[in-house]
């Protein structure tokens, strides 16, 4: 017998019931989606963690002290999950545009800490939100999806794989115990085939195996202390974040907005970060693709032109509302994503829908953030929170690209042009890359040239 829920059910190979209005589908946490006590667990402690990683951004480039950077945590989560996931619907697990940061965090540096890199960082939204609406109204986003070939969009995915392990790899000099430890921990619990087989006769290693990021990172919590590589101060209390007296510091309203130099100066970084936006939307929809294929039971709607507008509103709205965002709202927290599509394809006795994954991880984080002993415990973790997020990236998009290309040709392409993408940047490799294609593949274009006859 079924169990009975709180929430609407869905009917066998049907969307997720929502109150749908326009392109648009809101779904509310209890009528319409289950709560899932793993996602809710895990999300809560793990989104609190990294988004303590943007209140450390804005200290260092926006010049404001820990007590009015620590409202941004709370500000973020109102347009990095209530507005995608929450209202407009949207079946990814929102986050950052984090293969982009590094390029970010290098063009904030070129500027006086505080208002200059402020305004800087409002002329990169400014342009990337143009991009964005570009996009979205002219319908090219969708079509520009579909044109790119397989190859090239396995070799972007692939350059996100090495961006990550290099720059993960590069971390393991600050962390060279417990890092290895609590990747290796994540790896197995997600990954191993002995252990997938193994959990599916056992209760406990099931459950063990639905909250391996929050396996990995109380491993750390333990791991990092005994190899002196973390320390903690926790400390008791409650506190309200400073929103008035950040928005009053970072808002361009109050400070001023940037003079239009200095926007011909963010335009070509925005159109790089766009490039990473594209990458991170085909490894999005890949791995929903995926996942479809095993779990027939839901139909996931997927709309590339609506993405392209949800994420012009939510980085416009935050400028608007509470001044520039370093990180940027990007499709996906890659990551948390690989970690939800699989729990997905594990079975509807699981996840009930991708929803419950998505929806659950992130508003737990609305309370926590309030409590002084949650953020001092998480503010020596926030590193290892960070660096499980990029560690299982590179992963994903690793073993998604190999799946992507089947010929030597298209394999050594895709490794190629990544390689390229990774090291000297998203325009010189798209540049390569669209060259190469046109040298090697190019047969691949219907109607450009002629396959040839046998």
């Known amino acids: 017998m079924k169990e009975r829920t709180m929430a609407v059910q869905r009917e066998d190979g049907a969307v997720q019931p929502g109150l749908k209005w326009g392109m648009f589908t809101s779904r509310i946490p209890g009528i319409h989606v289950d709560f899932s006590l793993p996602e809710i667990i895990q999300g809560g402690l793990l989104s609190t963690a990294t988004g303590g990683v ?33 209202i407009c619907g949207e079946p990814y ?92 921990v994540v790896f197995l619990l997600m990954f191993s085939i002995w252990f997938t087989k193994a959990r599916q006769q056992n209760k406990l290693l099931n459950l063990v195996g639905s909250m391996a990021l929050l396996i990995g990172f109380l491993v ?56 990473f936006v594209f990458g991170d ?33 939510r980085n416009m709205g935050h400028l608007l509302t509470a001044g520039p965002f370093i990180p940027l709202h990007g499709p996906i927290w890659t990551g948390v994503h690989v970690f939800l599509t699989e729990r997905y394809k594990s079975g509807r006795k699981n996840l009930d829908s991708i929803f419950s994954g998505t929806i659950n991880w992130y508003w737990p984080s609305f309370f926590l953030i309030f409590l002084v002993p949650v953020v001092t415990f998480m503010k020596p973790l926030l590193a290892v929170a960070l660096s499980i997020t990029l560690i299982l990236t590179g992963f994903a998009c690793a073993y998604i690209a190999i799946s992507m290309v089947r010929t030597p040709a298209a394999q050594g392409y895709a490794f ?29 274009i219907p109607g450009v040239l002629s396959q040839p006859k046998p």
């Open 54 to 86: 943007v209140a450390a951004l804005t200290m260092k480039f926006f010049q404001v002290p820990f007590e009015v950077a620590w409202a941004v945590v709370l500000i973020q989560l109102f347009w990095l999950w209530l507005i995608p996931t929450v």
């Open 93 to 184: 697990a929102p986050g950052w545009i984090t293969p982009a940061l590094p390029l970010v965090m290098s063009f904030l540096g070129k500027f006086e800490a505080g208002v200059p890199a402020i305004q800087a960082m409002t002329a990169v939204t400014v342009c990337l939100c143009a991009i964005f609406l570009f996009f979205s109204i002219s319908g090219l986003g969708s079509r520009f999806f579909q044109w790119v070939p397989v190859e090239l969009r396995a070799a972007i995915i692939f350059g996100g794989a090495i961006a990550a392990f290099n720059a993960e790899f590069g971390r393991l000099s600050q962390m060279p115990v417990t890092l290895p430890i609590v990747w290796a």
């Open 220 to 275: 750390a919590a333990v791991v990092g202390p005994l190899s002196g590589e973390l320390t903690f101060d926790i400390k008791m209390g409650f506190q309200l974040p400073q929103i008035a007296d950040y928005i009053k510091a970072v808002s361009p309203f109050t400070i001023g907005w940037p003079e239009l130099s200095l926007y011909l100066k963010a335009f070509p970084l925005a159109l790089m970060i766009y490039i």
């Open 281 to 313: 939307l085909i490894l999005a929809d890949t791995l929903l693709e995926e996942a479809g294929k095993v779990r027939t039971d839901e139909t996931i709607e997927r709309d590339n032109t609506k993405s392209h507008i949800i994420l012009f509103i």
């Open 416 to 444: 190629f042009v990544g390689m390229i993408i990774a090291k000297f940047g998203p325009a010189w490799g798209i540049g390569v890359g669209v060259g190469m294609y046109l040298l090697l593949l190019v047969q691949r």
